[in-house]
């Protein structure tokens, strides 16, 4: 029987903490082409392969695992990240 490989833990708790850390540099903030203040972030800012959902839509899209979701408010403000 093939063995699985097994994923190295500290290469996930550093992609977790990388994702934390993207987390609370952009929670806050507007989501905009205007990158003119440092309130505001775009799109192309985001890494590549990131979708963005409206709060309340999350369910709908179901999982992505290789990706990150961000979601944000009715006033295109980054309310929260997450991996899937």
Not at 10 to 28: N, P, V, Y
């Amino acid at each position: 029987m093939e063995e699985l490989p097994v994923e190295d833990p500290g290469h996930m708790a550093s992609a977790e903490r990388q994702l934390r850390d993207w987390e609370g540099f952009i929670t806050g903030k507007k989501l905009t082409d205007d990158t003119s203040s440092d309130t505001m972030i775009s799109k192309e800012q985001l890494p590549k392969g990131t979708r963005v959902v409206r709060q309340g839509r999350e369910k709908e899209l179901g999982y992505m695992p290789d990706g990150i979701t961000v979601v944000i408010g009715e006033d295109d403000t980054v309310q929260r990240v997450y991996r899937g």
